[in-house]
């Protein structure tokens, strides 16, 4: 069943090709894989204990066990075990059902077959049973079977293409390439078998973007880096065949190990219900010592004189132990104040919730036919809740579909015309778009109005040429041809597809790459560069580079990044066109263009060997091989010389606005927390009404150590005081240990402020000492923008307002860099956006745009909470109203524990008598209708003052379930006392007393809803 052995952690993989023998010894994982929670044998007992470890379901274990006793069980065990099995047995074939499909995709996956070389000619095997070393073969669009090391390929130089949807939800193609020594390999089936080259790895992890490694074949050993290796997962694309060595197989495999457990998120709601079930608990105990002493003395006092009817020798029956199993019957037969359908009810109600917020068309999103969807069903009435809503930018409140505006070459701004009077005007609004007709291979849908640099380019500007030069060569983009014989770009990022595709509109054309050449077409001829070294672009380094040599024998630089970090990396002979560029950048933000800086340099022969010497032996080490690697790249990208910059626009999602507007409205604060920089968040800002001009002020945070931020958030902090006058006598005093606001200081905050910081500050204000006080002036701001943060960040901001504001959050993202604030968060939303799948895989709620954030809280949200919390306080007053009617009836029966009721009543009241009133009321009731919500978003307000079920609402249920009882029991008691009928017998028998009770009962709690 289990196809995986434990054993001891491991440091690092050796693995020999083409010897199952060799790498048996080390005990490696196989490539069997299981999903899946139980199996046959464990399912019973691992699925029951997990279910008693519901509070709930175990009180309900304890009662039964009670029933059992016979001295002191006064109901049957039925009215207990019939609800319970029923739970159970419920959730247990929801489990089992489960299971049994991720059984069945397991089966599937594990069946799969694959080419395997065995014993020098190749074999298809299972999945299951490919081992680690052996050489698999794999065609065109087959799923790769565990994670390989690229030996040979079908195209030249070892280039394969593959697609990654499943690891990072991109479909775009990546290319990967094979060492020089093994793509010489080929198809030979008897070379293949004889390569016996040993790998040296890093343990397995999961981190998809990683690998290190070393190949020692034939006496010489070669690097192995990401770019080598083919994850499990993928898919291969426009190859017709690839041979690998199988590294980390089944659960080792990179995406095995990134289907970590995500955290189980709980509505406040729940934890409230689990303290109201202890109060309770402790209120049955109370009733149950009352009955109890009343038992015994009675017992004491009147029970002695029925002793000698029921021939009971004297002192055979003890009046304290008596007592004693009087309160536990007693326990017994009030434990229907918290029933378990409840649970079940509550369960079905979120269902029901859930599917309303699935099946709702103004939700839907006809372009991408993408509907919203719930993706878990137990966070419904939280959204009813939300005070806080952390967004993403780039794809979030943008649609992340770039478009190349404008750039500055060289000084000069290109993109927008003098209209002669020295006023520069949006060419949008004078000129026609620049027609590209000239060029059969432009792409039409790229629009860009400045003819002047066309005229540039047909005069030979050889900076205008360089910088075109560089914006065609330095990208990641992959060509192919479709079918009518257009060039297709596959890009792995939306600016990047748009540069080259500006590039390509004025005469440069991007034609096509191998791992050591990259062919573009200038103004018409083909020219192929020699690629010497690509520069990778990560988070850290914020830019990328190619090393290329020309046709002239010249060997260049080309580099594009962000600005603050490529400026600091410049020739010192730049001062003067540095200037002007920032001016032009500044500019471009300004109107909230995404910037990137251009430069160039020009290396000579020598020193360029020299350093690729140095690289090649820095990718050899195991240990610190980053490090090193990264230090190399520092020390050649220096002295560069500015080229110019680019500006890309990114458009505002349809609805953005009045979505903001509405949200501010309900008194729910937006904070945005984005990796762009401060010019463009802020531009945004202002885009989206999160930040006006009516502002009383907008603080900007950007000190560089832990003091400066502290002062000026002290700064930012007095300035807000003194405008608010109230405060200026000085009787506040703030503490930094008082993290929880006092929520008095917020109200008296009369004026709107915004707060911006930088990452580099917000690291230090994440520190402790700060925290309080960054915390204390954020929470005054109606809007708070954090700029240039990491993903890491992003999840601690949303900690620090859950944990000391004790407010209710929402994360919302695209990509996969908002996976840790949307796990973070009480409720996360991904987008179905342009970059992937990641942030929907890892949400509780998804859909295509953020217009629909507001209907999702102020229509679901807003319902769901308010049916919840109706249903929660009828439900405790019928339950009260039922159960404490025992409690009177006690007073009458000499406290025997002898119930009212027929027990087939006792056990069916909730689940048949009053059950299907109150779910139609959790599921289908509405105070205002959807428009009515949407329209008057202040409705949405009760929900964040938790006002609508909490402890004081549980009191006043309890108090009219009490009264209920009151009534319920002593009208009909009275009714009945003394009356004789015509016949001169008496009217009342117990059991007409107990129908006439029961069937007001039910009358009773049903008019109540």
């Known amino acids: 069943m289990f196809c995986s052995k434990k054993k001891s952690l491991e440091v690092e993989r050796i693995v020999k090709a083409n010897d199952r023998e060799h790498n048996e010894k080390f005990q ?46 006064s109901l049957t065990w039925f009215t207990t075990m019939v609800p319970l099995v029923l739970v159970i047995t419920m959730t247990a074939v929801k489990d089992a059902t489960d299971d049994y499909f991720r059984h069945k995709s397991d089966n599937q996956v594990n069946n799969r077959l694959s080419e395997v070389l065995i014993d020098s000619k190749l074999q298809n095997e299972k999945w299951m049973n490919v081992k680690v070393g052996d050489i698999v073969k794999l065609e065109n669009n087959q799923f790769v079977a565990a994670d390989l090391l690229l030996l040979s390929s079908s195209e030249p130089h070892g280039l394969c293409y593959i697609e990654t949807a499943e690891l990072d939800g991109e479909t775009n193609l990546k290319v990967r390439h094979a060492l020089s020594v093994t793509s010489e390999l080929g198809a030979d089936i008897s070379r293949l078998a004889k390569f016996d080259g040993t790998v040296v790895c890093e343990a397995p992890n999961n981190k998809l973007d990683k690998f290190t490694g070393v190949l020692s074949w034939k006496d010489s050993k070669h690097s192995l880096n990401n770019e080598k290796i083919i994850l499990r997962g993928c898919i291969l694309r426009n190859t017709s065949w690839c041979f690998g060595m199988v590294i980390f197989a089944g659960p080792d495999t990179k995406l095995m190990q990134n289907s970590g457990k995500t955290k189980f998120k709980r509505t406040s709601i729940d934890r409230l219900m689990n303290t109201l079930v202890l109060w309770i608990f402790g209120f049955l105990v109370c009733m149950g010592v009352i009955l109890a002493i009343g038992n015994s003395i009675w017992e004491n006092q009147v029970g002695d004189k029925f002793r000698t009817f029921l021939f009971w020798n004297e002192g055979e029956k003890n009046s304290v132990f008596s007592g004693f199993l ?21 369960e079905v109600i979120r269902l029901g919730h859930s599917y309303f917020i699935n099946w709702d068309r103004k939700m839907y999103y006809p372009e991408k036919a993408t509907p919203a969807e719930a993706r878990t069903t137990t966070l419904n009435e939280e959204l009813g809740q939300i005070e806080y809503i ?5 794809g979030t409140l943008t649609e992340n579909i770039m478009t190349f505006k404008k750039c500055s070459i060289n000084g000069k701004i290109y993109g927008e015309a003098d209209d002669g009077m020295g006023q520069k005007t949006d060419m949008t609004k004078k000129n026609e778009p620049v027609d590209f007709a000239v060029n059969p291979q432009a792409d039409r849908t790229c629009q860009f109005s400045d003819h002047r640099l066309m005229e540039s380019i047909k005069l030979g500007d050889s900076k205008v040429y360089e910088f075109l030069r560089v914006l065609a060569l330095c990208h990641t983009v992959m060509s192919e041809e479709n079918s009518a014989g257009q060039l297709i770009y596959q890009v792995q990022s939306p600016d990047e597809g748009a540069l080259v595709t500006a590039a390509r509109n004025l005469g440069f054309i991007f034609k096509s790459r191998t791992s050591e050449t990259i062919t573009i077409e200038e103004l018409g001829t083909l020219v192929t560069y020699q690629l010497l070294a690509f520069l990778d672009f990560n988070n850290i380094r914020k830019r990328m580079s190619v090393i290329v040599r020309n046709p002239e024998g010249q060997i260049k630089l080309y580099s594009k990044g962000a600005d603050t970090i490529l400026f600091e990396k410049l020739h010192p002979s730049n001062e003067d066109l540095l200037t002007l560029t920032t001016d032009h950048l500044s500019e471009f933000a300004g109107e909230g263009l995404r910037t990137l800086a251009i430069a160039y340099r020009d290396l000579d022969d020598k020193y360029f060997k020299e350093w690729h010497k140095m690289l090649e032996d820095a990718n050899t080490l195991i240990d610190e091989r980053d490090e090193r690697v990264a230090g190399l790249y520092e020390e050649i990208e220096r002295d560069l010389m500015l080229l110019g910059a680019t500006a890309v626009e990114d458009k505002l999602q349809e609805g953005v606005i009045e979505t903001v507007t509405n949200l501010s409205l309900a008194n729910i604060k937006i904070w945005v927390l984005t990796g762009d920089k401060q010019e463009t968040a802020i531009n945004i800002g202002y885009a989206c009404n999160m930040l006006t001009d009516d502002m009383n002020d907008v603080f900007i945070i950007s000190g560089n150590t832990a003091v400066e931020v502290r002062e000026e958030l002290r700064k930012a902090k007095e300035n807000l005081f003194e405008q608010n006058r109230s405060f200026s006598n000085g009787h506040v005093v703030f503490e930094k240990q008082q993290l929880e606001l006092d929520s008095v200081v917020e109200e008296t ?35 708070v923008v954090c700029c240039r943060v990491t993903p890491l960040q992003k999840a601690q901001v949303v900690e620090l307002v859950k944990k000391y504001r004790n407010a209710v959050t929402l994360a919302i993202g695209d990509g996969a860099n908002d996976v840790s604030m949307i796990k973070s968060a009480h409720i996360g939303v991904g987008i179905s956006g342009q970059e992937g799948m990641q942030a929907v895989l890892a949400s509780d709620y998804s859909f295509a745009q953020f217009r629909y954030l507001q209907r999702l809280l102020l229509v679901h949200g807003r319902w769901s909470y308010f049916r919840m919390c109706k249903f929660l306080c009828y439900f405790f007053y019928k339950n009260f109203a039922f159960t404490l009617v025992h409690f009177w009836f006690g007073f009458f029966c000499g406290f025997s524990a002898q119930t009212v009721y027929d027990q087939w009543f006792i056990t069916l009241f909730n689940i048949v008598y009053t059950s299907l009133p109150v779910l139609a009321m959790g599921i289908f009731d509405q105070d205002v209708d959807d428009q009515n919500s949407m329209d008057y978003p202040q409705l949405y307000e009760p929900g964040q003052l938790n006002l609508l079920f909490n402890k004081r609402k549980f009191f006043i249920c309890m108090a009219h379930g009490i009264y209920t009882s009151l009534a319920l029991f002593f009208i009909p008691y009275g009714a009945f006392y003394n009356v004789a009928g015509d016949d001169g017998q008496h009217v009342a028998d117990y059991q007409s007393f107990a129908v ?14």
């Not at 019973?44 to 304890?62: M, T």
């Open 749 to 783: 905050i009369t004026g709107d402020y915004a707060l911006i910081i930088n990452g580099h500050s917000l690291a230090h204000a994440l520190e402790s000492g700060i925290k309080g006080d960054l915390l204390e002036l954020a929470c005054m701001c109606k809007t």
């Open 28 to 73: 490696y994982a196989d490539n069997c894989i299981h999903t899946s929670k139980y199996n046959i044998l464990t399912f019973l007992p691992i699925n029951l204990f997990e279910q008693f470890q519901r509070v709930a379901n175990a009180y309900f274990l304890f009662l039964l066990i009670l029933q059992l006793i016979p001295e002191i069980s």
């Open 996 to 1009: 006439t009770m029961a069937t007001s009962l039910v009358i009773v709690v049903s008019v109540q809803i």
């Open 326 to 346: 009087t309160f536990w019957s007693y326990i017994i037969i009030l434990n229907t104040v918290v029933p378990i359908s409840l649970y079940v009810s509550m």
């Open 390 to 394: 952390f967004s993403d930018k780039t």
